[in-house]
């Protein structure tokens, strides 16, 4: 196992590297860019997204809930059996940027581990929606910042007056504090400027390290924010998630970063304890596989809360829920992430 230490802005202290199941390691970054809209998707190549259908999604400001809101199931459905979207990216987020072409960045979405990148998730998003400010990195590097721990999602203003709405950005936004102003806080945003946030929706933290180490009763009352939300292949934000993108998120918010796909999350060697069925507590993951021998067959992750209950993005056309759960012959076991 080898420990990554990043120290690129606004990212968790430690990463575990991912085991020997690493084989694909995307090309090193060449430049850092900075996402620049709500939440900015990462699609498996430029030419993946639908040309009516995804429209909302790639253009700056992106309409994210429009987005959603414009598709049926059939429409979610094609997002998965084409693997059109790999993952995603929030507001002021950093991204290395890997190539460019034709209007579109090929990059590593920083703090997301996968076994193709241990750094950062792979994936092209449109030019348009990456700002290449780095007087904002600075910032973020040296800046205390306020996080969206509260709420799905929150507005983001252009006046301190909060009467000029510039952008609905999602829990685990993170944004560089420029002041306090009453009850609004300054923060720096990508491309120069500052916006003004309520500090009913943030909470400021002088570094990734002094963030509150949860319990899995923080987790659970985290999780319980997305009931209904729509599940989204790809989906790593308040606006909507997948399985793992759901589990990566509640954990990445309170400090502690896991793999971003579910047979990541498993694979974190020395990382997660295993945990017997008896003992399942609040917080802990549990993993379905179609070959319960292999970590990498696992192909959906859950979130224990309590009461024999879990919290799941289970697929298209399904709301974000808690049920009852499931140790059938696909279930693989349980992890806990939690030391203490």
Not at 198 to 210: C, D, I, N, R
Not at 262 to 289: C, E, I, K, P, R
Not at 297 to 306: C, K
Not at 326 to 333: K, L
């Amino acid at each position: 196992m080898i420990n990554i230490i990043l120290a690129l802005g606004l990212v968790n202290h430690v990463v575990t590297a991912l085991p020997s199941i690493v084989s694909e390691r995307a090309p090193a970054a060449k430049q850092m860019g900075y996402i620049s809209v709500s939440v900015a998707t990462l699609w498996t190549t430029p030419s993946k997204p639908r040309p009516l259908v995804d429209a909302p999604a790639l253009t700056n400001p992106a309409d994210i809930d429009g987005w959603l809101s414009s598709m049926n199931v059939s429409q979610f459905l094609d997002l998965t059996d084409n693997s059109r979207t790999q993952t995603q990216a929030l507001y002021g987020a950093q991204v290395g940027i890997i190539s460019e072409q034709d209007g579109w960045y090929e990059v590593e979405a920083i703090g997301q581990p996968t076994p193709k990148d241990a750094i950062g998730y792979p994936g092209w998003v449109p030019t348009a929606q990456v700002s290449l400010d780095s007087s904002y990195g600075k910032l973020q590097s040296t800046k205390p910042f306020a996080a969206i721990n509260n709420v799905a999602t929150a507005p983001l203003y252009r006046d301190a007056l909060m009467r000029d709405k510039y952008l609905e950005i999602s829990y685990d936004t993170r944004l560089p504090v420029i002041a306090h102003i009453g009850g609004l806080i300054q923060v720096a945003v990508p491309g120069g400027g500052s916006a003004y946030l309520s500090a009913k929706h943030a909470t400021v933290y002088g570094s990734v390290s002094k963030i509150p180490y949860p319990t899995g009763k923080d987790l659970v009352k985290a999780g319980k924010l997305f009931l209904g939300r729509p599940y989204l292949w790809g989906g790593a934000s308040g606006f909507a998630f997948d399985c793992s993108g759901l589990t990566h998120t509640l954990y990445d918010a309170h400090g502690i970063t896991i793999g971003r796909d579910a047979d990541a999350q498993a694979g974190f060697t020395g990382h997660g304890t295993n945990v017997a069925q008896s003992d399942l507590q609040a917080g802990d993951l549990m993993y379905y596989a179609t070959n319960i021998s292999s970590s990498s067959s696992i192909y959906h992750v859950t979130m224990y809360i309590g009461n024999d209950e879990m919290i799941e993005a289970y697929n298209a056309g399904t709301p974000i829920r808690i049920t009852p759960v499931r140790f059938g012959d696909n279930y693989w076991g349980a992890q806990r992430f939690l030391t203490h």
